[in-house]
């Protein structure tokens, strides 16, 4: 078993940083990558950026490019999610996952840490 702890969401004005981060413990030695996701009211839960967790390799989804950067802590198993020049449309639940070998997609969630953008 994974367990996937975030923390660093809260209240921030448009313009504004927020850094998250994410604690992995468990069975973490079989992970391939780790990523960060969000979900919004009323609309779907889409990927925000994953990181390859044997290269560093980063992906990004279109609408954060050049804003979120997202990188790991191979000794602490922990990936963070630096957040910048946010927009009301950045407010979500952000969601932690982790992906093992053998696992086709996303198979660990942490909680989920609310981000607030006020515009």
């Known amino acids: 078993q994974v367990q996937l702890i975030e923390s660093g969401g809260g209240l921030v004005q448009a313009g504004g940083s927020l850094r998250l981060s994410c604690a992995a413990s468990?069975?973490?030695?079989?992970?391939?990558?780790m990523g960060w996701f969000r979900q919004a009211p009323g609309k779907e839960r889409e990927i925000v950026a994953t990181?390859?967790?044997?290269?560093?390799?980063?992906y990004y989804a279109d609408s954060v490019k050049g804003r979120f950067r997202i990188s790991r802590n191979i000794r602490g198993n922990m990936i963070y999610l630096q957040m910048n020049n946010l927009k009301s449309e950045d407010t979500a639940i952000y969601y932690c996952?982790?992906?093992?070998?053998?696992?086709?997609?996303?198979?660990?969630w942490g909680q989920g840490t609310q981000v607030t953008v006020a515009s």
């Open positions: 468990g069975r973490t030695v079989s992970s391939v990558a």
């Open positions: 996952a982790l992906q093992r070998v053998g696992e086709s997609q996303y198979g660990s």
């Open positions: 990181i390859r967790w044997s290269n560093g390799d980063p």
